[in-house]
């Protein structure tokens, strides 16, 4: 009898697609997939986002890897096929497209855990260079190859290390590919069925519409082979959500499993210690009033004992601003969201207390009518009566807004943030957007 070795692999790949070209990586996930000869449910195929703040992304930072069980002699034969698959569909003809593919063995992976586990958590919440993870790679002895200057094996290799060491939290998110001929031409979806799919399937699923912003935002608007993504918790929740969608034909279509909407980017620190390009938690005063700048974006600034820091709701957070136009100077809050020119750009914002607001108003006289100012400084004076007082009024007013959690709407979420409707619905004080 011969006895068939059987090899748990994991390919990760990265930076095969362009912004103006088209391509996706998630796509070439859809085709790789397909060579597989397993059964579908026998393949995990892995969505990640690593850290929104690299300069070098396409759109969302995303990269892909894939796990599966084969016999040894055919992982060799896959990996042959991912390679040509990615060499025949990676946009090589763009500058800052610098593909890389990794084939993570999970016996050689085995004694590497813990790297390779702080390298994809580095992945998503800082910066990684070409040169380390090259190195990293040649001293494992991990098979790869890097396309250009490589810079695709440093999503390749996070990818492959989280399809290795599994998700501690993850979701889901369904990917609809279009028909090749179809990538020029606008999308055509039959809006109608998305909002009841939506309605159907919320809150197992989110992000496909923005309600407040009267807007579908399930579907990207580039040049790229994906005609919707559905976002979610709950795997059969969103396969009856995309039962519900009318559209043009659908080419092909895959399930990730991602760390989309998991805050894996957020991590906690003090104003003092945050670094640029990094996303934070972080607990302050308000020390200056949120104030409107060119461009619609809000501005306050908070301390926290070790240092200022401006905070920024930016014009496409829409609706969010008007919330953020209410603090005030002396509220205490927790803000969350990514560094970037020494300014926190907000996806979250706990507000811890509110600091009472006061109004300071012309007295009351004792026949009701209001008193009016008798001059500078020299207090106020009832017309009707001539009764005066020295003494303004002051009362306290609403607020306008309650201590409690709030999140950017759908229409500006970033992919890793978590949406506030997968908190905890017995927690009180959460408020999603919708
Ligand atoms: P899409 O979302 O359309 O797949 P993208 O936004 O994922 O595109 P890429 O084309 O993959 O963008 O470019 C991102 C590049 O940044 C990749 O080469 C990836 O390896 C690299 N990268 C990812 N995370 C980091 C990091 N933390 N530090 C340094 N480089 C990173």
Redesign the pocket.
């Known amino acids: 009898m011969r006895i068939r070795t059987i090899c748990r692999m994991i390919i990760g790949f990265?930076?095969?697609?362009?912004k103006t070209a088209g391509?996706?990586?998630?796509y070439l996930g859809a085709l790789m997939v397909e060579e597989i000869p397993l059964p579908a449910d026998q393949v995990t195929p892995y969505l990640l986002r690593?850290?929104p703040n690299?300069r070098?992304?396409?759109?969302?930072?995303?990269?892909?890897s894939l796990r599966f069980e084969l016999g040894r002699k055919e992982t060799d034969e896959m990996w042959r096929i991912c390679c040509d698959l990615l060499e025949e569909f990676a946009v090589f003809d763009d500058e800052?497209?610098?593909p890389?593919i990794v084939f993570l063995s999970e016996e050689q992976a085995s004694g590497l855990r813990g790297e390779l586990e702080a390298f994809s958590l580095?992945?998503?919440?800082?910066?990684?260079?070409?040169d380390e993870?090259k190195k990293f790679l040649k001293k494992h002895n991990i098979k790869h190859r890097g396309y250009k200057n490589g810079?695709?094996?440093?999503?390749?290799l996070?990818a492959a290390s989280f399809a290795f060491n599994g998700l501690i939290d993850w979701t889901y998110e369904f990917i609809a590919y279009r028909k090749p001929e179809n990538w020029e031409e606008k999308r055509s979806l039959d809006e109608e069925t998305v909002w009841t799919a939506d309605t159907a399937s919320y809150p197992r699923t989110w992000d496909t519409v923005d309600h407040q912003n009267n807007q579908i935002v399930f579907s990207p608007h580039g040049p790229?082979p994906v005609l919707f993504g559905i976002r979610g918790s709950d795997q059969s929740a969103i396969k009856d959500a995309f039962t519900i969608v009318r559209s043009e034909p659908i080419d092909r279509y895959l399930m990730y499993t991602t760390n989309q909407g998991t805050d894996m980017h957020i991590t906690k620190t003090n104003i003092a210690d945050a670094k640029e390009g990094r996303s934070y938690k972080i607990g302050g005063r308000v020390t200056a009033p949120p104030h409107t700048i060119r461009g619609g974006h809000v501005i306050f600034t908070i301390e926290d004992g070790s240092e200022r820091v401006d905070c920024a709701a930016y014009e496409p957070t829409k609706n969010f601003r008007d919330l953020i136009r209410r603090l005030a100077v002396g509220d205490l809050v927790t803000v969350y969201g990514a560094f970037m020119d020494r300014t926190v750009n907000l996806e979250k914002i706990r507000i811890d207390s509110l600091r009472p607001r006061m109004v300071v108003r012309n007295p009351r006289c004792g026949c009701g009518k209001r008193m009016k100012s008798a001059g500078k400084n020299q207090g106020y004076r009832c017309k009707k009566c001539r009764t005066k007082s020295d003494l303004p009024e002051i009362v306290e007013t609403d607020p306008g807004i309650t201590v409690g959690v709030y999140e950017t709407p759908p229409v500006a979420r970033r992919h890793l943030a978590k949406p506030l409707i997968r908190c905890n619905s017995e927690k009180k004080n959460i408020y999603p957007s919708r």
């Open positions: 990265d930076d095969t697609d362009s391509m996706c990586t998630t690593l850290n690299v070098f992304k396409t759109r969302g930072n995303a990269a892909v800052n497209t610098n890389g580095r992945a998503v919440r800082d910066f990684i260079t070409i993870t810079r695709g094996l440093i999503g390749a996070a790229d």
